[in-house]
């Protein structure tokens, strides 16, 4: 199975410049913890709730004196579309991230995953699996 299957493909993005307050907006309105930033349709860097506290908040800096590009984690994992759900996780595990930005070939958004969409795709194909064992024990 490819990761386009199990990643969110309706995703909120920002360009660069736009402003704190406006991502923290969108983020409270859509009940999101992240948003991608992108430049021509491609992620160049995502941009979490804890991004906005961690980085702004705790060191009091003024969210009108920043914009999203200054504050924004730029080294991103990025997935492609038809990758493999094992090899997404062990990218995933060995970068350290809870989610990715999914790209096509040309190298735009399509969607976006993370640990907990694949924690419920696996959680899904366990309980099937205990199914099958269920049904063949009686």
Do not use: W, Y
Not at 107 to 112: A, E, Q
Request: proline share 2%.
């Amino acid at each position: 199975m490819s990761i386009k299957k199990v990643c969110t493909s309706h995703v909120v993005t920002l360009p660069r410049t736009s402003s704190i307050e406006e991502a923290a907006k969108l983020m409270k309105r859509h009940q999101i913890g992240d948003i991608v930033i992108i430049e021509d349709d491609k992620p160049i860097g995502l941009l979490t709730d804890r991004d906005i506290v961690m980085r702004l908040a705790a060191n009091e800096v003024d969210f009108n004196q920043v914009n999203v590009g200054e504050v924004m984690s730029s080294d991103l994992l990025l997935l492609a579309e038809d990758q493999g759900i094992a090899r997404a996780i062990e990218a995933m595990r060995s970068k350290g991230v809870r989610r990715a930005p999914v790209v096509n070939e040309e190298g735009k958004l399509t969607g976006i995953v993370s640990v907990d969409d694949l924690l419920v795709l696996i959680s899904h194909e366990l309980s099937e699996l205990a199914g099958l064992v269920q049904k063949q024990g009686v």
